[in-house]
């Protein structure tokens, strides 16, 4: 009888172990993938207006525009939404020509404004995303401005 408590209770022990293990080595799932995609836009953005293979300067609306980029990314993360990866994560497909890097970085900058578009439940979240919505679309007004200027 003493064994057959002891063989229980090593079984118990070893199932509590591995639930544990399990537990902490699982990913979570992302509550709001729609964040997770954003940010993966945002990033792209930000990355072909920071990274120019040519010689051109960046202009004013440039680095504006960048700066609103980090801005949206802060309030995503202040919603508790963060995939972890590098700020410079960037995009495979790379464009090697200024006005071409331009509209890549608008076109993922939509994206990502239509990213965080969805439905919101709770009104913290809510104003975060409203202030990530402001920092995108002037992100967005930003590179618009710096299209008009490139040759």
């Known amino acids: 009888m003493k064994k057959v408590n002891q063989l229980t209770l090593a079984v118990l022990m070893l199932l509590l172990v591995t639930g544990i293990t399990n537990k902490l080595s699982a990913k979570p799932t992302p509550d709001h993938p729609a964040y997770l995609h954003a940010l993966s836009d945002l990033r792209a953005a930000r990355w072909n207006l920071e990274h120019r293979p040519g010689n ?3 202009t ?5 525009a960048v700066k609103e980029i980090d801005a949206a990314i802060a309030e995503i993360k202040k919603a508790g939404i963060d995939d972890h990866k ?3 994560d960037h995009p495979k497909d790379e464009v ?3 006005a071409g890097r331009l509209r890549k970085a608008s076109e993922f900058l939509h994206k990502a404004d239509a990213d965080i578009d969805e439905h919101e439940s709770s009104e913290a979240a809510k104003g975060l995303r409203d202030r ?3 920092h995108i679309r002037e992100a967005i007004h930003r590179v618009e401005n710096a299209m008009k200027n490139v040759r």
Not at 60 to 64: P, T, V
């Open 60 to 64: 004013e609306d440039e680095i504006d």
């Open 96 to 98: 090697n020509e200024h």
């Open 56 to 58: 051109w300067k960046q």
């Open 132 to 134: 990530a919505h402001q």
């Open 86 to 88: 590098d700020l410079n």
